[in-house]
């Protein structure tokens, strides 16, 4: 489970809602992912569920990162077990970013992904169950 200070509870007593980003629900696609586990977001949302904090899930759509479809299965299967759930949110990938890294001389992971398009946000929609 999360440690949270106590200052970070009662920060999260005075909260409305919460936008959580979860990555990649598969902690080893996770890791190869953003470099580190899923562990602890997935720990925070049920502390917020616990404690009746609404959230909003937020995931990018990173086509062949993202959006396996088992991967959204276990991810709907996942959400659906929180209690304060309000919200999924599906963002499409883009790389309008790509030029900063380049700028700074440093490489770009997803250098050769395509940006995520309308039926890609659909498909992992309906297998999420939202619309």
Not at 23 to 45: P, R, T, Y
Request: aromatic residues 8%; contains cysteine; hydrophobic residues 40%.
């Amino acid at each position: 489970m999360v440690a949270l200070t106590d200052d970070i509870k009662k920060l999260l007593s005075l909260t409305d809602l919460v936008l959580l980003d979860i990555k990649q629900i598969d902690d080893e696609k996770c890791k190869n992912l953003v470099g580190f586990s899923n562990k602890l977001e997935l720990d925070f949302a049920n502390y917020l569920s616990d404690n009746s904090i609404p959230i909003w899930i937020r995931q990018v759509l990173i086509p062949n990162y993202t959006d396996d479809r088992q991967d959204l299965l276990k991810l709907k299967n996942f959400i659906s077990r929180l209690k304060t759930v309000q919200k999924v949110e599906l963002l499409p990938y883009h790389d309008m970013g790509k030029f900063k890294w380049k700028r700074l001389g440093l490489d770009y992971a997803l250098d050769n992904i395509r940006n995520a398009n309308s039926n890609d946000i659909k498909v992992a929609k309906e297998i999420l169950g939202i619309t």
